[in-house]
T-cell receptor, first 114, second 112 residues
């Protein structure tokens, strides 16, 4: 079965420290991968996407993610976080169906402390 | 550029009352449209999606329904709300043949 797992429900980190949010997926077919951010009481905003090409993708707000096909992972990283990065982060996978459907992980709450 | 609107932003409804949430997309044509629900502290649950006018696919059987009366309009409805229908409802779209989805601002529904 196709699925997406975000391994940490909450990640506390101090301001200016690096952070990694982990995402693994299960699929027997090629996938497209996405990270979204959600601030309280708002919709989701696309942070970055992997469709093809370089496995290291850069997104908005200084975030980047690396696609690892052998480990079926797509971890999100930022070298130095800010208080304003406190939010919920969702990993999503498209299994390239013509419906355009995404499968979302359960989310990781990033808590940046001063 | 494309924009997506949802209304209302917040809604408080009694159990057993009807529901109608609206989503519209501007600046594109023939988009795929999606309704998600996000319960408190939980992830996103895909409720319905549509690849064209009048074409609705249901992901989870429940007392909600969806309709797409116009190309860029997607409506989520219920005849009788349940307490369990409370949550944050998000509409999203993507262009046919593309895979990243773009989300609206959401509607916070509280059923009392």
């Amino acid at each position: 079965a196709q699925s997406v797992t975000q391994l940490d429900s909450q990640v506390p980190v101090f301001e200016e420290a690096p952070v990694e949010l982990r995402c693994n997926y299960s699929s027997s077919v090629s996938v497209y991968l996405f990270w979204y951010v959600q601030y309280p009481n708002q919709g989701l905003q696309l942070l970055l996407k992997y469709l093809s090409g370089s496995t290291l993708v850069k997104g908005i707000n200084g975030f980047e993610a690396e696609f690892n096909k052998s480990q079926t992972s797509f971890h999100l990283r930022k070298p130095s976080v800010h208080i304003s990065d406190t939010a919920e982060y969702f990993c999503a996978v498209s299994f390239r169906s013509n419906t355009g459907k995404l499968i979302f992980g359960q989310g990781t709450t990033l808590q940046v402390k001063p | 550029s494309q924009t997506i609107h949802q209304w209302p932003a917040t809604l408080v409804q009694p159990v057993g009352s009807p529901l109608s949430l609206e989503c519209t997309v501007e600046g594109t044509s023939n988009p795929n449209l999606y309704w998600y629900r996000q319960a408190a502290g939980r992830g996103l649950q895909l409720l319905f999606y549509s690849v064209g006018i009048g074409q609705i696919s249901s992901e989870v059987p429940q007392n909600l329904s969806a309709s797409r009366p116009q190309d860029r309009q997607f409506i989520l409805s219920s005849k009788k709300l349940l307490l369990s229908d409370s949550g944050f409802y998000l509409c999203a779209w993507n262009q046919a043949g593309r895979y990243e989805q773009y989300f609206g601002p959401g509607t916070r529904l509280t059923v009392t």
